[in-house]
């Protein structure tokens, strides 16, 4: 296989994608592809990626890879590091040799095939119990360190939306979040939830035609038109009041409020609207097992565990909706055309 072109490099695969364009070759270092980052590289048009990290470790089963060459994505794993790449580089490779500006690196690259897929699910399979255990252990070591601080917080900002025995829609971005939303609709035209983005869930949210009440998160992965949009806006930061994004949305010049707590801006969502009494929280494309875990690299989910337990009952957790959806439908189509 012989691949030619020039290169966009990005630290962070969601980061680079707002700079793709069709044709481009990406070159990124991510560890075990998901599925919301395949699907955002494979809406850009890309030709290929190359990745300087590992397509899939084997650690865990990861479906993002299988996902850009069903799409026509070459992806090729190398093991030269990000730094000797640059934006507008020219590459060239051929079957396991990468050309960079004309030094040849021989023997640096390979290429992400059927085999390659076969051969780490294999391997994930082989390590799944041990690495479930891992994850169980960890889960458990960062609950009893964070129980305290998310029971007995009291830090939650006043709110300029009204909350208290509403439904609260808190929508999450992942690759099933828009079928799940798409279940929802007859629900949220007849019960007009508070609609919450966590990040890039208000992009989501502005795409179905609807605005945002209220976005929290460290606002990494949002665009500027779905904070913007949003109504009221919460900063996630850490425990320390520390926000990475926290020169970005100053430079936005609109009003927003702090909450500084440990967790996932997730856990934060979830806690916030049962802090403030609603009566159901909903929740769409939310993670809630290991695997969505492994694959944002967090090595346990003591926050999330927490979280949940605290909210009880009042949580829907719309998870594979879209899934139970997709096997009545046809059924239904059957029964109407009997009829």
Known sequence: MRLHGRIKVGERTKILVRRLVRDDIAVIRHDDIDELAAASLIETGIKAIINTGSSMTGRFFSRGTEMLLKSHIGVFDTKLRLDYFSDGDAVTIYHQDLILNRTLYKASCIPVDAGYIRSRTELSQNLYQSTLSGFVENTLQY?????????????????????????????????????????????????????????????????????????????????????????????????????????????????????????????????????????????????????????????????????????????????????????????????????
Do not use: W
Request: hydrophobic share 40%; aromatic share 6%; glycine share 8%.
């Open 143 to 339: 609950a009893g360190r964070d129980r305290e601080k998310l029971i007995c917080f009291d830090q939650y900002p006043r709110l300029s939306t009204p909350i208290k025995g509403k439904h609260v829609l808190i929508v999450v971005r992942n690759h099933d979040t828009i079928s799940e939303m798409n279940a929802l609709i007859h629900y949220i035209d007849r019960f007009k939830p508070v609609l919450m983005g966590v990040d890039g869930g208000a992009d989501i949210i502005l795409q179905l035609g609807h605005s945002p009440d209220i976005i929290i998160g460290d606002m990494d992965s949002v665009t500027d038109l779905g904070i913007y949009k949003s109504r009221e806006l919460l900063l996630h930061a850490y425990e320390d009041g520390f926000c990475p994004c926290l020169d970005r949305v100053s430079k936005l010049c609109i009003p927003y409020k702090v909450v500084a707590m440990p967790g996932t801006s997730e856990d934060v969502a979830l806690l916030l609207a049962y802090h403030h009494e609603a009566e159901l929280i909903v929740l769409a494309g939310g993670h809630n097992c290991p695997r969505d875990f492994l694959s944002k690299g967090r090595q346990g989910m003591g926050s999330t565990l927490l979280a949940r337990l605290i909210v009880g009952d009042r949580l829907v957790d719309c998870r594979g909706l879209s899934r139970i959806s997709a096997f009545y439908e046809p059924e239904r189509e059957r029964l109407c055309l009997q009829v």
